[in-house]
């Protein structure tokens, strides 16, 4: 079983602040993608990255892929309520295989 | 709105019912997934279906039997399970298994409670 670790994995904060969550592995990553949960639904797609140093952008959520591969970060900017949820990473190890979930990171947003 | 249904939403049962969970896809894709997702555990995939055909079997307990009639419906048939099986079980779908980048939608998910 491939292991992501995500971190950390509560985070509480008011809005208009700045926050970063973080996703490692210690094996190299064909792809990774990032998810949003929502009490009571699914997970939604919220980036791909598959490129190591790669940056993508997406409104106030900005996605790093680390150069190495082994690694992403997910920074959010002025966080608002509307932010709130489980925050998921998802890696897959060869191209076109299985996606490995992390535990996530259930963050709050107090208004 | 996913364009990916679950009934029911909720479920509680006693360890000797029988029940099954229905998922619906209505983005004419071709792959279809259940996942497991228990507190504190990262979602596990338990089944993957491509073009009506079983790929994948993560090792599941026989008291899951899955079912793909067609590519817009899989269904989770559950019997005598255990507590430990409580969960929010997660249908998925994807154009097809196998793409380098490819996207899931998830369906809002069957709360399950067995006691």
């Known amino acids: 079983t491939q292991l992501l670790e995500q971190s950390p994995q509560f985070l509480s904060i008011q809005e208009g602040e700045n926050l970063t969550v973080y996703c490692n592995s210690s094996s190299v990553f064909s792809s990774l993608q990032w998810y949003r949960q929502e009490p009571g639904e699914g997970p939604v797609l919220l980036v791909t990255v598959v490129t190591g140093g790669e940056v993508k952008k997406l409104k106030r959520l900005t996605f790093q892929f680390g150069d190495a591969r082994k690694d992403s970060s997910l920074h959010i900017t002025a966080a608002q309520p509307g932010d709130t949820g489980l925050y998921l990473c998802a890696g897959a190890y060869v191209a076109g295989n299985q996606f490995y979930f992390g535990t996530g990171t259930s963050l709050t947003v107090i208004p | 709105e996913t364009g990916v249904t679950q009934t029911p939403r909720h479920l509680v049962m006693g360890m000797t019912n029988k029940k099954s969970l229905k998922c619906e896809q209505h983005?004419?894709?071709?792959?279809m997934y259940w996942y497991k997702q228990s507190a504190k555990k990262p979602l596990e995939l338990m089944f993957v279906y491509n073009f009506k055909e079983q790929t994948e079997n993560n090792s599941v307990p026989s008291r899951f039997s899955p079912e793909c009639p067609n590519s817009s419906h899989l269904f989770l048939h559950l019997h005598t399970l255990q507590p430990e099986d409580s969960a929010l079980y997660l249908c998925?779908?994807?154009?097809?298994?196998?793409?380098?980048?490819?996207?899931?939608?998830f369906g809002p998910g069957t709360r399950l409670l067995v006691l």
């Open positions: 998925a779908s994807s154009q097809d298994r196998g793409r380098a980048q490819e996207t899931q939608y």
């Open positions: 983005l004419g894709h071709n792959a």
